[in-house]
Structure formats: C-alpha cells, structure tokens
C-alpha cells in the first residue's frame, strides 16, 4: 500500500492508478525526503510534480509543509487519482492537477494554468520529475533543457529525477548534480542551475 511517510499527513494512504504507472516506493520516496531535508526547507515550498502518477512525491511535500503543489501527467487516470487523493487529505485548495503531456505543459501555453500562488513567474522550489522507464535519454534530456531554459527552478531550487537504473541522463550545460544515488533498480539524482545558461 502506498502512504504518506511522514509530516501532517503521515500514515494516510494514498490511492494509485490502476495500470500504467509505476509508483515510486515507500523506501525510494523516504530516502528522497531525507536527501531534500538536509539541503533545502520544504516549509512554505512550491512543488512541481512531472509525470506524477498518483502524485504521492508533491503529496507527501506538501504533508511536509510545502505551500502548494503543481501536478502534471498526460492521463486522465492518473490526474483523476491525484485529485481523489488531494481530496482525501483535505489539501485540495492549495493542489492544482493538469493532464497534458509534461513537454507540451514545459512549452506552454499549459503554463498560464499555473496558479498565482506560486508566483508570477511559476518558479518551483522543488521540481520532481519520475518519468516512465520506457521514455527516452533524448526525451528526458529535452525535459531537463526547456526547465532549464525556461527558468522553472527558483533560486536554490532543487530538480529531483528518478529514473531506471540502466538509464543514462545527459544533463544539459547549467545544471549540476549534487546527489546521484541507486536504491535497487532506481537512479535518483539531485541537481541545481548553476550560474551558467541552463538548456
């Protein structure tokens, strides 16, 4: 069963889409917290949640003190189960769900559907990105150039990307990893924007 570990909410379960994703687990999602935790304040954060599946990584940051959450998956299964589960921890307000394909939502226009209370430029704190083990190295690498180029991470912000352990990740020039760890057949790394051109 999948739960919120920890925080205001620990202990809740969460409901997960019947077929087609692969949630990331208990194990994996407490020892991305414990990483966060020792780099950045999660109170008063804004999340951004791709490809977020039932949406337990942005659930469980906001049962950590985030401000809001921003979740984004192309199927409507999912983003139905990530507003029963906003729902059931009485969190609906401060969680905006959008169903559009993660590269379309990075283009725009999906980006004006991006509530004010995380600003106006939608600069996240914290950016979560757990797309399917089927997408490709050059998929993913366009992911990480248009929030790059496109100024998605807040100053200080952390990008946490969780992929197949077999997967090789080409970082675009401005990002740097600062945590590259593997929990059985998971890759999560951890990276920041550094002060050159991300993209």
């Known amino acids: 069963m999948t739960r919120i570990i920890a925080g205001r909410h620990g202990g809740r379960p969460l409901k997960v889409p019947d077929a087609g994703t692969r949630p990331t687990s208990d194990r994996v999602r407490e020892a991305v917290f414990n990483i966060l935790d020792a780099r950045i304040d999660l ?4 999340i951004l949640d791709l490809y977020a599946g039932s949406g337990a990584l942005g659930l469980e940051a906001l049962s950590r003190g985030a401000s809001s959450a921003v979740f984004v998956d192309n199927r409507r299964r999912a983003t139905a189960v990530v507003t029963a589960n906003l729902r059931a921890l009485g969190v609906a307000e401060v969680g905006r769900v959008i169903t ?17 209370r995380v600003g106006v430029t939608g600069r996240f704190d914290v950016i979560f990105s757990d797309p399917p083990y089927a ?9 990480l150039a248009a929030l790059g180029a496109g100024g998605w991470l807040a100053d200080g912000g952390l990008l946490v990307l969780e992929r197949g352990r077999r997967a090789t990740t080409r970082w675009p020039v401005g990002w740097e990893v600062v945590t590259d760890k593997s929990y059985g057949d998971t890759t999560v790394q951890v990276a920041r924007v550094t002060g050159g051109e991300a993209g």
């Open 43 to 46: 109170e008063g954060a804004a």
């Open 100 to 116: 559009a394909p993660v590269s379309a939502f990075l283009a725009g226009p999906a980006r004006a559907e991006v509530p004010a």
């Open 135 to 143: 997408l490709t190295d050059d998929e993913v690498h366009g992911d």
